[in-house]
Structure formats: structure tokens, C-alpha cells
């Protein structure tokens, strides 16, 4: 497709249960970035994928989140034993190589009851 | 580490008039990347500018502008003759290889209304 695209785009979930988000970028973009937005607040960094280099997982809040990047294009981000505070926009987005602008996708709006 | 911060949480204006958003960075790296998206009340994000620190040229783009000045770190976006349809999030972003590995920070973003 011509943009990034995220599955699903609404997940609700109950507390306890695990999930998988997932974003397929644009082809050919070496980086790829996780960010989750709470409602009404700005971009948490949560993971950052750079061509074969060793993900940058600095942003992860806890070890029950988790990533990877398959063959250098798709992305599952899972989240484990889900928590109500995990209720958010996870938003997925690819660039060219690093340091040129990201593009994103639509986002995966994950309700956890 | 870098830091983006954006003062202004939310700015009301009129249309047609002028606003600034204003954009502060901090960053160790010598060469970096700074950008402004919007994202409009639909969500998703829009990226709208890219520049290096080398070049601290001015741009203008329709009713857009942007001032880069490394002096003070900021990096301002001006929207000239404001419409309702500007009304939007707007985030500023950095990036920079040395100290960050080349992700992108934002800042908390500006919620811009413009009223009619």
C-alpha cells in the first residue's frame, strides 16, 4: 500500500488478556518507530527499529511490552497481561533511513476493560 | 538526551489572524533534525517540515513559516491568516544520531482552535 498501515484499528480487550498490534510500513523504510498517545496527550516513544541495528527499547514501560520487526518491514507489538492504564492510541510510523521525516499510520485504538 | 517543549498547550485564535507556536529544543548532538507535524481531529499525524541544523534559513510555504534559530533552540511555526480548517495538534520533533540513535522526540504538542 502507499502508507503505513496498522491492524487492527480498534482492539478492546479484557484486563489480563494478551494482544498484538500490528504495522506494516511504507516499503523500503529502513526505521521504524512505536509510539502510544493516552487521550489527549502527546507521543510516548516506545520503540524504535533502525535497518538491522539492535532496537532501541528505551521507551517500553514495562516487561510486558514487547516487539519485533520481521525480515526488515512488518512489526508486531505485543502487550502482555493487559491493564486498564494500557488504553491508548498505539501509533506505528516509517521513514526513508534516519533522520528524514516519519510517516504514520492511522493508529490502533486498544481499549482494555 | 534531547528534549522538545512546547509552552503553549492550547492557543484560540480568530480567523485570519496570525499565530505563532512556539518550539524550544535541547540536544548535545551537533547534528540534528527538527519537525512539525499536524494532527488534525481525524488523528492521524501529518508531517509538515524537516529541517537540518545547518540551515537556518527561514521557510515559508503558503501560509506557513517556519524560524529556526540555533542561537536561542527554537524552532517557531507561524500560521499567517488563520483558517478553521488549521485547527489541529501541532507537535514538534527532534531527532539526532549521536545522543538518541536517530528516533524521534516530540514535544506535548499545541491544540490550536480557530474560531470562525
Known amino acids: 500500500g502507499a502508507g503505513v498501515s496498522q491492524s487492527p484499528s480498534n482492539k478492546v480487550t479484557e484486563k489480563g488478556k494478551d494482544v498484538e498490534l500490528r504495522c506494516d510500513p511504507i516499503?523500503?523504510?529502513?526505521?521504524l518507530y512505536w509510539y502510544r498517545q493516552s487521550l489527549g496527550q502527546g507521543l510516548e516513544f516506545l520503540i524504535y527499529?533502525?535497518?538491522?541495528?539492535?532496537?532501541?527499547k528505551s521507551g517500553l514501560p514495562s516487561d510486558r511490552f514487547s516487539a519485533e520487526r520481521t525480515g526488515g518491514s512488518v512489526s508486531t507489538l505485543t502487550i502482555q497481561r493487559t491493564q486498564q492504564e494500557d488504553s491508548a492510541v498505539y501509533l506505528c510510523?516509517?521513514?526513508?533511513?534516519?533522520?528524514?521525516?516519519?510517516?504514520f499510520g492511522q493508529g490502533t485504538r486498544l481499549t482494555v476493560v | 538526551a534531547q528534549k522538545v517543549t512546547q509552552a503553549q498547550t492550547e492557543i484560540s485564535v480568530v480567523e485570519k489572524e496570525d499565530v505563532t507556536l512556539d518550539c524550544v529544543y535541547e540536544t548535545r548532538d551537533t547534528t540534528y533534525y527538527l519537525f512539525w507535524y499536524k494532527q488534525p481531529p481525524s488523528g492521524e499525524l501529518v508531517f509538515l517540515i524537516r529541517r537540518n541544523s545547518f540551515d537556518e534559513q527561514n521557510e515559508i510555504s503558503g501560509r506557513y513559516s517556519w524560524n529556526f534559530q540555533k542561537s536561542t533552540s527554537s524552532f517557531n511555526f507561524t500560521i499567517t491568516a488563520s483558517q478553521v480548517v488549521d485547527s489541529a495538534v501541532y507537535f514538534c520533533?527532534?531527532?539526532?544520531?549521536?545522543?538518541?540513535?536517530?528516533?524521534?522526540?516530540f514535544g506535548e504538542g499545541t491544540q490550536l482552535t480557530v474560531n470562525p
Open positions: 516499503s523500503g523504510h529502513t526505521a
Open positions: 527499529f533502525q535497518g538491522n541495528s539492535a532496537p532501541d
Open positions: 510510523a516509517s521513514s526513508p533511513s534516519v533522520n528524514t521525516e516519519a510517516f
Open positions: 520533533a527532534l531527532s539526532g544520531r549521536r545522543t538518541s540513535g536517530s528516533r524521534l522526540t
